[in-house]
Structures are given as structure tokens and as C-alpha cells.
């Protein structure tokens, strides 16, 4: 495993996994069973397909902890290192999810930011055993800090065309990551990125990873807020003037 690659707002780690537990992660995806995704962004992307999630709350990644995919493992880990990039586990986030997904040929995801959610930011490690870099399907992002939501929304209302008019107004071009096997790109929440559309000639070929999210739990957030508020409250009372007898 080696840092091949960082900016702003990704991390690349290519050679992430042994042998073994790559082998591991691929056959755990061969056993997922996958159904039809259309595009949330964009009619135009195509189909992709998404197997059952997974998601993990406490203890994963740490150690003594066993009986879990060795992969969620490593990831949640390699998750738990870079508190600079994600923030500390359990005061910035308390879950991961994971999901497999596959792009055929003629398949793209438009470009959007994943913001929301309470997600600190994503994962994409890829599973594929080989992939020519004519075949397209890079990750592309742009590698810099995300405007406010009230720019945004002045820009423009459509998502799509609001994460376009971000790219044409950027002082620089987009990082195109090249899906290489077995290299794992960190992301942080709110970076606007795009999955490049799968060329023709990958044939059969299926553009395959393990991506999931690292977020804080929004039920967890809203308690906290609601404790907040109600000692405040009581602050409050016990500060106020009392009436004269």
C-alpha cells in the first residue's frame, strides 16, 4: 500500500490490498447479488448496477475485531488514519457504508458533489482485474473547496448544470484518476466529481468497486442539538431576573 497521489481534496493509495484479501474482496463481490441502478443525476448517464448495501456503526477497523470481510476491515481502518482528511471516528463520524457497484460500456455518473447526509466523504476502491486506460471510466474531480450553498443555488437551481457552471468557472481543470486495480481514492464530502463515461471498447468488461461513505449519524446529530438546546434553556431560566417580593 503507498500514497501515490494527494490533493486538496483526494488521496490516492494504489497496491492497496494483499493478494489474498483482494482476492477475498472479489469474491465477495461475485457472490453479491446486484440489481438495475438508473441514474439519479442525469437520464443521459445509462445504467449501473448496485448490490445490497452494508453499513457498520462501531468497532470496525479496530483491533481484536473479528468475523467481518477482511476488506471492510482494511478500509475502515485505512479510514481511521487520516483523521486530517475524514475528522476523529466518533466525534466527526460513527458509520461507514459500503456498497459493490458496476458500469458497463456506454455508462457514465454526471457530475454532482454526494454533499448532505451528514457525510464527511467517500471511498472508491477498484476491484476490476484489468484496465486499459482507453476504456475511460476515470474518476473525475475538482480539487478545489466547495463554493456555499447560497452561491450555488444563486448560480443556478438544476444540479447538473449548477455542478457545470462550478467547472466552467474554475481557475483550474479537473484531475482525471485513472480506475487502475486495486488503487483506493479517498474523497472528501462536497467535492465535485464525476464518474467518466465506460468506452465501447471495454466490451464486456465491467467497471467494478467497492465505494462507500463515512458519516456522522444525522439521529445522533439531532439529539445532541436538542440536549443542547434544552440546556440552554435552562441556563437561561436560572439567569433571568427573578420577580421582587
Same mark, same amino acid.
Request: one cysteine or more.
Given at each position: 500500500m503507498k500514497e501515490t497521489q494527494r490533493g486538496k481534496?483526494? !488521496?490516492? !493509495? &494504489?497496491?492497496? =490490498?494483499?493478494? +489474498? &484479501? =483482494?482476492? @477475498?474482496?472479489? &469474491?465477495? %463481490?461475485?457472490?453479491?447479488?446486484?440489481?438495475? +441502478?438508473e441514474s439519479v443525476i442525469s437520464a443521459e448517464d445509462g445504467p449501473a448496477f448496485r448490490s445490497k @448495501? %452494508?453499513?457498520?456503526? $462501531?468497532? =470496525?477497523?479496530?483491533?481484536g475485531k473479528s468475523g467481518r470481510p477482511e476488506v471492510y476491515? *482494511? #478500509? $475502515?481502518?485505512?479510514?481511521? %488514519? /487520516?483523521?486530517?482528511? /475524514?475528522?476523529?471516528?466518533?466525534?466527526?463520524? &460513527?458509520? !461507514?457504508?459500503f456498497a459493490f457497484w458496476k458500469y458497463p460500456a456506454g455508462s457514465r455518473l454526471g457530475w454532482h458533489n454526494d454533499a448532505g447526509?451528514?457525510?464527511? @466523504?467517500?471511498?472508491? #476502491?477498484?476491484?476490476? *482485474?484489468r484496465w486499459r486506460p482507453s476504456w475511460g471510466g476515470e474518476l473525475k474531480l475538482i480539487d478545489e473547496d466547495p463554493q456555499s450553498a447560497a452561491e450555488d443555488e444563486a448560480t443556478e437551481s438544476d444540479l447538473v448544470l449548477r455542478m457545470e457552471a462550478r467547472i466552467e468557472q474554475s481557475a483550474t481543470s479537473p484531475v482525471a484518476i485513472v480506475p487502475k486495480p486495486n488503487r483506493l481514492v479517498l474523497v472528501k464530502s462536497e467535492t465535485i466529481h464525476t464518474i467518466g463515461r465506460v468506452d465501447h471498447t471495454a466490451g464486456g468488461t465491467l467497471r467494478r468497486t467497492l465505494t462507500g461513505f463515512v458519516s456522522k449519524s444525522q439521529k445522533r446529530e439531532a439529539d445532541s442539538a436538542n440536549a443542547r438546546e434544552k440546556f440552554e434553556a435552562i441556563l437561561s431560566a436560572n439567569c433571568s431576573?427573578?420577580?421582587?417580593h
Amino acid at each position: 500500500m503507498k500514497e501515490t497521489q494527494r490533493g486538496k481534496r483526494f !488521496i490516492v !493509495i &494504489d497496491g492497496f =490490498l494483499s493478494d +489474498q &484479501d =483482494l482476492s @477475498g474482496a472479489r &469474491d465477495l %463481490m461475485e457472490r453479491a447479488t446486484f440489481t438495475r +441502478q438508473e441514474s439519479v443525476i442525469s437520464a443521459e448517464d445509462g445504467p449501473a448496477f448496485r448490490s445490497k @448495501g %452494508m453499513q457498520f456503526r $462501531a468497532g =470496525l477497523g479496530t483491533a481484536g475485531k473479528s468475523g467481518r470481510p477482511e476488506v471492510y476491515e *482494511e #478500509l $475502515a481502518h485505512t479510514v481511521g %488514519m /487520516y483523521s486530517d482528511f /475524514y475528522g476523529q471516528a466518533g466525534s466527526d463520524w &460513527d458509520r !461507514i457504508a459500503f456498497a459493490f457497484w458496476k458500469y458497463p460500456a456506454g455508462s457514465r455518473l454526471g457530475w454532482h458533489n454526494d454533499a448532505g447526509q451528514g457525510r464527511q @466523504g467517500e471511498f472508491i #476502491l477498484f476491484l476490476h *482485474e484489468r484496465w486499459r486506460p482507453s476504456w475511460g471510466g476515470e474518476l473525475k474531480l475538482i480539487d478545489e473547496d466547495p463554493q456555499s450553498a447560497a452561491e450555488d443555488e444563486a448560480t443556478e437551481s438544476d444540479l447538473v448544470l449548477r455542478m457545470e457552471a462550478r467547472i466552467e468557472q474554475s481557475a483550474t481543470s479537473p484531475v482525471a484518476i485513472v480506475p487502475k486495480p486495486n488503487r483506493l481514492v479517498l474523497v472528501k464530502s462536497e467535492t465535485i466529481h464525476t464518474i467518466g463515461r465506460v468506452d465501447h471498447t471495454a466490451g464486456g468488461t465491467l467497471r467494478r468497486t467497492l465505494t462507500g461513505f463515512v458519516s456522522k449519524s444525522q439521529k445522533r446529530e439531532a439529539d445532541s442539538a436538542n440536549a443542547r438546546e434544552k440546556f440552554e434553556a435552562i441556563l437561561s431560566a436560572n439567569c433571568s431576573p427573578q420577580p421582587a417580593h
